[in-house]
């Protein structure tokens, strides 16, 4: 089945152009053909079938579907790029004392453990497609998944298989933090981290992370960590400079993390070392919105040439939105990136950060993950914020919502 999408009012591509009045042309889940909705060519690809002309979500039938955009903006499918979508319980009592003042410290992951530890595989499974359904909804058609949730052998592998199940972007993140019957002997835990946990993990997962972070794992402890993953064949990031300044952000670097996450506090060594680097820095704004920390200085990163990715950062206690428009908006806002940018980061930065080329882009030959917004533009994913913007939702070619 082919789809030929035309009348697009405004063409996203990250190819790297913004485009009027185009069209795209789907087949086979991946793009054939990108130009502009006038072309003629486009119409003697798309009719080669025979045509059904539709305004909405349509999934089968003969020849090529032609949805009419209506002067509709149309961006890639959003990558979230770091969620903790795999686990149980609620923390809305912690988030209602943050509200009224408390700190946000790391400590707080550990309720979610022990909620974790103690709920079903169906439990949590339900729990993952609940919220997968609500990122689709908002035009999320990639996400990457942690563990970290579990800190003991079993509940880590249960995760990192839970996730393998609905997503091929799995990270083991037994490095969260260091759970309660390992208070005070924390090597010892990394121990048992890149020991038998990395062993019942791995096979299940493409990625190893660490919480390099006061009240987590230092940078010691994180670099056996990550060197002990890779020795795996798993491919490092990590979460670094949430709380405070420290030397993640340049360990991420030295062992070539695809990204490194959170980055509210970065050194001015940081940043360069970050331009120079093919490391992603991934900003997380719904972490600083539920926290109330300061948020990072985008504008500072992208104008000295760092690669920004945006994500949601989904988890109960410290980032508890599954909405990428509401990031972006939040980005915009408070982060100091122009729409352009906040939507680019939100698409293919994302993509780099997962270092993957087949996605976060509109161009021929890339997988066909597409977002028709009810919208004449990408700024009004800022200029609307918690409005439901997302008409359609294409991921591999196929109209999902």
């Known amino acids: 089945m082919r789809t030929l999408i035309t009348n697009i009012g405004e063409l996203t591509t990250n190819a790297p152009d913004v485009l009027h009045d185009a069209a ?15 072309d003629p060519s486009i119409w003697r690809k798309g009719t080669e079938m025979g ?6 979500c349509h999934r089968d039938g003969p020849g090529t579907r032609v949805v ?6 149309v961006i890639p499918g959003f990558v979230d790029s770091h969620s903790h979508l795999v686990f149980g ?13 408390q700190k946000y410290a790391a400590g707080g992951i550990r309720s979610t453990v022990a909620a974790t530890r103690t709920a079903t595989d169906d439990e949590l499974r339900a729990n993952v497609r609940r919220l997968l359904d609500e990122m689709l909804a908002q035009g999320t058609t990639t996400v990457e998944i942690k563990s970290g949730y579990g800190l003991d052998v079993d509940t880590e592998a249960r995760l990192v298989r839970l996730a393998a199940e609905v997503t091929d972007e799995v990270t083991f993140l037994g490095a969260h933090v260091v ?33 390099c972070e006061s009240g987590a794992f230092t940078e010691p402890q994180s670099r056996r960590v990550l060197e ?30 695809a990204s490194v996450d959170h ?20 900003l997380l704004p719904g972490v600083e919105f539920s926290t109330r920390q300061p948020y990072p200085d985008a504008r500072r990163l992208v104008d000295a040439g760092v690669t920004v990715a945006l994500a949601c950062d989904t988890n109960p206690g410290s980032s508890f939105t599954s909405s990428m428009p509401f990031c972006v908006a939040v980005a915009v806002r408070d982060m100091g990136m122009t729409p352009a940018e906040a939507v680019r980061a939100a698409t293919l930065g994302g993509a780099q950060a997962l270092r993957r080329s087949d996605i976060g882009v509109i161009a021929p030959g890339k997988r066909a993950d597409l977002v028709l917004l009810d ?27």
């Open 24 to 38: 795209v042309l789907i087949d086979h889940g991946r793009i054939e053909w990108v130009g502009p909705a006038s």
């Open 51 to 56: 045509v059904e002309t539709v305004h909405e």
């Open 68 to 73: 009419d955009a209506a002067g509709r903006a």
């Open 89 to 101: 319980g609620d923390r809305a009592a912690e988030f209602e004392a943050r509200m009224a003042g």
């Open 179 to 211: 759970p309660a019957e390992y208070e005070d002997r924390a090597d010892a835990y990394v121990d048992l981290v890149i020991g038998e946990m990395l062993d019942a993990c791995a096979p299940h997962a493409k990625w190893i992370d660490v919480f």
């Open 228 to 257: 002990a993953g890779i020795a795996r064949g798993l491919q490092p990031r990590m979460h670094a400079s949430q709380l405070g300044p420290g030397g993640g952000v340049q360990l991420a670097i030295e062992l070539g993390a």
């Open 263 to 282: 980055g509210t506090y970065l050194t001015d060594a940081d940043v360069t070392a970050l331009a120079a680097s093919d490391t992603v820095l991934t």
């Open 375 to 401: 919208a004449p533009s990408r700024v009004h994913l800022a200029y609307r914020p918690g409005v439901p913007l997302v008409r359609q939702v294409w991921k591999d070619g196929i109209a999902v919502c």
